[in-house]
């Protein structure tokens, strides 16, 4: 089942599978973000916004409104601490 990537929670591997705008799409396809590159929600600011992801090696800042338009995949849920 498709979510939002604004929706998705610190720890989780997504698999990106399409953007809802055209202009937001090529500007995060030239930092890494495209269709089917695995991604992970690594940090999420202390107010909710902005979020942090690890896409091709490197750590990229997104807004909210930005995560709300990349429609992604889980693919790996976080480890809960024993």
Known sequence: MDQRLSEITVGTSVLIKSFEKDDIFLKLME?????????????????????????????????????ENIWVEITAKPQLSK
């Open 31 to 67: 930092m890494g973000c495209v269709p089917g590159e695995v991604i992970v929600v690594d940090k999420v600011a202390p107010l909710g916004d902005p979020i942090s992801i690890l896409v091709a090696g490197y750590h990229l800042s997104l807004r909210l409104n930005e995560a």
